[in-house]
T-cell receptor, first 113, second 114 residues
Framework: NAGVTQTPKFQVLKTGQSMTLQCAQD?????MSWYRQDPGMGLRLIHY???????DQGEVPNGYNVSRSTTEDFPLRLLSAAPSQTSVYFC????????????FGPGTRLTVT | AQSVTQLDSHVSVSEGTPVLLRCNYS??????LFWYVQHPNKGLQLLLK??????LVKGINGFEAEFKKSETSFHLTKPSAHMSDAAEYFC????????????FGAGTTVTVRA
């Protein structure tokens, strides 16, 4: 099993550009989520999904869009990049949310200039 | 609302000495609590979790944590630090009032001196 994979590993965008961060898992997990990690702030939930076709907002959803058309994939779209979105982004999956272990991808380091 | 406070942003220990990372939580319901570790430029890995069973929880790599409801604490300990323990550690809470979404503490960076 590859676990949770994320692409790209690094990305530099100019303000106003859009892009999609890819996330895929091969563990047949229903629950998937996106976090951003900023220094001194831990990880903050952006969006999450409890199954294919179902998504919901987390703590910091503004400027981001998600969809979940398959169990395996959960892409994160930046609609119009801003410098405040410079961060490290982690995708995670688990059997369900809550008490179950979250499996994290290796992260995408995004810089917006 | 659930929240987590990690009381130390940075802890420095000598190899072979004990490690203590402090975590206090706030939760309206019986919480689930976790410790995750992040090595440099890596994703997060689960160390251990508490989900209303035994209050002393043993995890991987010799770590353990004790859930103390009266103190709303979930401190992480290890009797003897190893160089490979140098990493960032996150305390995490989840409860049904927040639809079991995870709330992360700000993290504690551990440095191990030879």
């Amino acid at each position: 099993n590859a676990g949770v994979t994320q692409t790209p590993k690094f990305q530099v965008l100019k303000t106003g550009q859009s892009m999609t961060l890819q996330c895929a898992q091969d563990m047949n997990h229903e629950y998937m989520s996106w976090y951003r990690q900023d220094p001194g702030m831990g990880l903050r939930l952006i969006h999450y999904s409890v199954g294919a076709g179902i998504t919901d907002q987390g703590e910091v959803p503004n400027g981001y869009n998600v969809s979940r058309s398959t169990t395996e994939d959960f892409p994160l779209r930046l609609l119009s990049a801003a410098p405040s979105q410079t961060s490290v982004y982690f995708c995670a999956s688990s059997y369900q949310g809550g008490v179950y272990e979250q499996y994290f991808g290796p992260g995408t380091r995004l810089t917006v200039t | 609302a659930q929240s987590v406070t990690q009381l130390d942003s940075h802890v420095s220990v000598s190899e072979g000495t004990p490690v203590l990372l402090r975590c206090n939580y706030s939760s309206s319901y019986s919480p689930s609590l976790f410790w995750y570790v992040q090595h440099p430029n890596k994703g997060l890995q689960l160390l251990l979790k508490y989900t209303s069973a035994a209050t002393l929880v043993k995890g991987i790599n010799g770590f353990e944590a004790e859930f103390k409801k009266s103190e709303t604490s979930f401190h992480l300990t290890k009797p003897s630090a190893h160089m490979s323990d140098a990493a960032e550690y996150f305390c995490v809470v989840s409860d049904r009032a927040n639809d079991y979404k995870l709330s992360f503490g700000a993290g504690t960076t551990v440095t191990v001196r030879a």
